[in-house]
């Protein structure tokens, strides 16, 4: 994500608006930058009193799976259904993603064992 212009520049280009009088066009021109940011920096004026960027939103953190044994013992009970399914029987809010990557971590997969046999045919191409 990009980085928010500073408040010196936003002042600069607001005060160039209003108090000398050149448009948005000429303005966005002048300090290189969009038409479409000087109107969002109007309208946040207008609503809050102040040009300051939005603060960042931190990260959410979701429910995640800490107690392993249990998650084992409700893969073991469960693995037969998908992944979906899994997250709407677990009884915690997690998302899908979540539950793929705590099956990958212990490593769980849903793919058939692969036995040992040897290919039938010759390194010719013909049957044995």
């Known amino acids: 994500m990009a980085k928010p212009y500073s408040n010196d520049f936003r002042l600069k280009v607001m005060q160039a608006i209003e108090l000398d009088g050149i448009n948005k066009s000429e ?33 959410q953190k979701r429910c995640r799976i800490t107690d392993w044994q249990k998650f084992r013992a409700f893969v073991k009970a469960n693995g037969d259904k998908t992944q979906t399914q899994m997250v709407e029987l677990w009884d915690g809010e ?12 212990i490593r769980h997969t849903r793919k058939k064992k692969h036995m040992a046999t040897g290919n039938e045919m010759k390194p010719n191409g013909r049957p044995l």
């Open 27 to 59: 303005a966005s021109q002048l300090f290189n930058i969009s038409r479409n940011t000087i109107n969002l920096w109007c309208q946040r004026k207008a609503q809050t009193g102040d040009i300051k960027p939005k603060p960042k939103q931190g990260w």
């Open 94 to 105: 997690i998302s899908q993603r979540t539950m793929s990557r705590a099956l990958q971590k």
